[in-house]
């Protein structure tokens, strides 16, 4: 499979990230880019967005971005840092990169933005099963 269809697949089997709202706007072997819009639903009791939303995102391009050599991944270490709020109607663009591939191991930078501004960044090691995708 390719790196789109393989991300495809999985979307189409990830009610989440449809309920997040996200899109995909760019996929390619060990990087993919999504975008969402925070809505009302998705704040805090401040008014900004929940942290967990941002974290949710940048999980999601986590996932997709580290299945696109075809060897099923999944998360075994993540953290995040918070450095802007957000509010209703910000459009986040989550960007991830790969940092290093090993054969079991892989490492994951997320930056998720808002226009030019980081308004978070996350770090993801995933586990690289045996298992491919078929």
């Not at 990087?31 to 967990?52: D, K, P, W, Y």
Request: include cysteine; charge should be negative; aromatic fraction near 8%.
């Amino acid at each position: 499979m390719t790196p789109k269809e393989i991300v495809h697949k999985m979307f189409d089997n990830d009610p989440f990230s449809k309920w997040l709202g996200i899109e995909v706007e760019h996929i390619a072997e060990g990087t993919c880019q999504l975008s969402m819009i925070v809505r009302e639903e998705m704040l805090n009791g401040f008014g900004i967005a929940h942290g967990g939303i941002t974290y949710s995102l940048a999980d999601s391009a986590l996932a997709f971005a580290a299945n696109t050599h075809g060897r099923q991944s999944v998360s075994i270490d993540t953290s995040i840092n918070h450095t802007e709020a957000l509010k209703e109607g910000d459009k986040i663009v989550a960007i991830a990169k790969e940092e290093s591939l090993k054969n079991r191991f892989g490492f994951y930078k997320i930056e998720i933005k808002r226009d030019d501004t980081i308004v978070a960044l996350f770090k993801g090691t995933v586990y690289r099963t045996n298992k491919d995708w078929e």
